[in-house]
C-alpha cells in the first residue's frame, strides 16, 4: 500500500493533529488514490466563511437506512467509505451509539427528542397501509431550530412516519421544503411502492427520474446553495432509504464492488402486492455485493454535498452528525448477508447491541476538536435534540428523555450515570399479527432491554457489554441485585407508553394515487 499525504486538520482556535485518526486517514487516502479524505475547513482552501460570523451552527444530519455496524471504514470496512471516514476523522466517532431497533421509532426519537413509544410508534415500523404517524403535538428539531430563528429547514428522503394524512406531512412538523418519499422500501429506480410512485417535492408528486440516493444527494447540494442568502444557520435532515432493501445498485458501483456479468444475479422472492418487476433492476451477484454498491453510492453523494459546503464557506460552523437508523439486518447461519454488524450479536428488530447500537460520528470543524478514537460513553438518539438546542441557543417546548451532550463532545469528558431505554417487550405480536422472524434467537432479542453503564439486560438475560461486547455469556444468576435494578428500570420506562401498541398497523388500506393525499382531505 504507498501511504498517502497525512492531512492536518486546521481549527479555528488553532492547529490539532489528528492523532489516532491519523493512520486511518491515512489508510483511506491510500486505498482512494488521490481522494482528499479530511474535512477541510473554507479557511483553509482560502475562503471566507459566512458561518464564522454565526454564533449558531448549521445542522447536517445525515441518516442512512439499514447500515451494517461495520459497513463503514471507520469501523472496519472491507471497502472503501473515505467520505463518512472523513466526517469521523475531522470530528468524533460515537461509538456506542444507540437508537431503536426498527426505522420508524429511530426517527421519532431522533427528531423529538422523547422515546417514540410514548406517543406510539416503537416496536415495527408505518406500513403502506397504516393510517397513523408522528404525534402533530410533537415538536420536532425543525420547529424548535424555527422558534430559534433558523431559515431554512429541509427534509429530503425517506419520510416513514405517516402518509395518509395531511397532519402527518413533514411541512407540518418545522420543516419548510421536503424531497423524496414517505414510505420505506420503494423501489430505487421506478420510486415506487405498492404500485404507485413515491416521490414528492413539498405536497405535491415529482416525475423526477433516476437513482433515488442521487436524486437525494444533488438535492442536498441544491438546498445549501440557497440556504445561507438570508444569512440565517440552516438545518437539513438528509434521510437515504440505503442500503435498505430491495438491494439495487447502479451498474458502475456494481462493478466497483465486483460485479461479474458471466455470473448470475442474486435471487429475491418478489412480494405480490409490490408488482411484477418491483426491485429487480441493479440487482448484483450476491446481496452482499449489491449492498457494497450501494453504499459506495451514498458514500459518494456524501462528498458532493461535503465539498459544497466548503465551496459555499458554510463548512466550519456546520455540525455534521452520521447516523443509521437500526443495525443491520440479517439473521442467524445467513449464507449471502446485506449487512455487516460486525462482532455484534443480533440484527435489525432486536435489543442485542447489533439491532440497536450503530455506525454514528459528528463533527463540526470549527469548534470540535478532532479525536476519532476518543469515547465519551453510551449515547442515545433522543440525545440528538437536546444537543442541537444547546448548540443553538435554545431550549426544547416539551421535556425530553434525552440529555444534552454538547460539553461532553468538547471536552471529551465520558457521559456516566444514566440508563438508556432499548425498547419494550415485543415477543408477542400485536392484534394486528406479527411480521418479524419467530425463531427462537430472534425472539430472545426482541424481549425488554436497558443499558446502564457496562450493564445491559436483554428480558432475563445480562452482559456486561465492556468484558463481553458479543454479548454471548448471560451473567444474570452472577448479578441478582443488577437484574432487580434493570428489570425496575425497564418497567419504569414501559409504563411512559400512551397509546396501545396495537394502533400502529391497525389499518390495511389501499395504496394512495401517486401517494398524494387526497384533496378533500387537506
Not at 450501494?294 to 459555499?312: C, F, P, S, V, W
Request: hydrophobic content about 40%; aromatic content about 8%; proline content about 6%.
Amino acid at each position: 500500500m504507498t501511504m498517502g499525504p497525512a492531512i492536518i486538520f486546521k481549527l479555528v482556535r488553532g492547529v490539532t493533529a489528528l492523532a489516532a485518526g491519523l493512520s486511518m486517514a491515512a489508510c483511506t487516502a491510500a486505498q482512494s488514490g488521490a481522494m482528499d479524505t479530511s474535512l477541510k475547513s473554507a479557511k483553509q482552501v482560502g475562503q471566507s466563511t459566512e458561518a464564522r460570523q454565526n454564533a449558531r451552527p448549521n445542522f447536517l444530519v445525515i441518516v442512512a437506512d439499514d447500515l451494517g455496524f461495520a459497513d463503514v471504514g471507520f469501523n472496519g470496512a472491507q471497502f472503501r467509505t473515505p467520505n463518512i471516514d472523513a466526517i469521523a476523522q475531522s470530528g468524533m466517532v460515537l461509538d456506542h451509539f444507540y437508537v431503536s431497533a426498527l426505522c420508524s421509532p429511530s426517527r421519532a426519537g431522533l427528531l423529538t427528542g422523547r422515546y417514540p413509544h410514548r406517543f406510539g410508534i416503537m416496536g415495527d415500523t408505518i406500513t403502506p397501509g397504516s393510517d397513523f404517524g408522528l404525534d402533530p403535538q410533537e415538536e420536532t428539531i425543525a420547529a424548535m431550530l424555527a422558534r430559534a430563528g433558523y431559515g431554512r429547514r429541509a427534509f429530503i428522503g425517506k419520510w416513514h412516519l405517516g402518509h395518509r394524512k395531511p397532519q402527518y406531512h413533514p411541512l407540518n412538523f418545522g420543516f419548510t421544503s421536503f424531497y423524496g418519499h414517505y414510505n420505506g422500501a420503494i423501489d430505487y429506480f421506478t420510486h415506487r411502492r405498492e404500485g404507485e410512485v413515491d416521490w414528492h417535492r413539498d405536497r405535491a408528486p415529482s416525475s423526477d427520474k433516476g437513482y433515488s440516493t442521487d436524486l437525494l444527494s444533488e438535492e442536498a447540494v441544491r438546498v445549501i446553495r440557497g440556504a445561507h442568502g438570508d444569512g440565517k444557520p440552516w438545518m437539513i435532515w438528509l434521510a437515504y432509504n440505503a442500503p435498505h432493501g430491495p438491494l439495487q445498485a447502479k451498474p458502475e458501483d456494481l462493478a466497483a464492488a465486483g460485479f461479474d456479468p458471466t455470473k448470475p444475479r442474486f435471487g429475491e422472492r418478489e412480494d405480490g402486492a409490490e408488482g411484477a418487476g418491483f426491485g429487480l433492476a441493479g440487482r448484483g451477484n450476491t446481496r452482499r455485493q449489491t449492498a457494497i454498491a450501494m453504499i459506495r453510492a451514498m458514500d459518494r453523494g456524501i462528498g458532493t454535498i461535503l465539498d459544497e459546503l466548503r465551496r459555499a464557506g458554510q463548512l466550519d460552523n456546520t455540525v455534521i452528525l452520521f447516523t443509521s437508523d437500526n443495525g443491520g439486518p440479517g439473521r442467524d447461519g445467513a449464507r449471502d448477508p446485506a449487512a455487516d454488524n460486525g462482532v455484534m450479536r443480533g440484527y435489525k428488530t432486536q435489543h442485542y447491541d447489533g439491532g440497536v447500537r450503530v455506525a454514528a460520528a459528528i463533527a463540526w470543524p470549527a469548534h470540535l476538536r478532532p479525536r476519532p478514537r476518543a469515547s465519551v460513553g453510551s449515547l442515545s438518539y433522543v440525545d440528538i435534540m437536546p444537543t442541537f438546542a444547546a448548540l443553538a441557543g435554545t431550549k426544547p417546548a416539551r421535556k425530553v428523555d434525552g440529555a444534552d451532550i454538547s460539553k461532553n463532545l468538547s471536552s471529551g469528558k465520558v457521559v456516566s450515570n444514566r440508563t438508556l431505554f432499548l425498547g419494550e417487550d415485543y415477543r408477542e405480536a400485536p392484534a394486528y399479527g406479527e411480521r418479524f422472524s419467530r425463531a427462537p434467537d430472534a425472539l430472545a432479542g426482541r424481549a425488554p432491554a436497558v443499558l446502564s453503564g457496562r450493564w445491559k439486560l436483554v428480558g432475563n438475560q445480562l452482559y456486561d457489554i465492556v468484558a463481553d461486547p458479543s454479548e454471548r455469556r448471560d451473567i444474570a444468576a452472577d448479578h441478582p441485585d443488577v437484574v432487580r435494578r434493570l428489570q425496575a428500570e425497564i418497567a419504569r420506562f414501559t409504563a411512559l407508553r400512551q397509546i396501545s401498541r396495537d394502533r400502529l398497523n391497525a389499518t390495511k388500506l389501499p395504496p394512495l394515487r401517486k401517494w398524494e393525499i387526497p384533496p378533500s382531505n387537506r
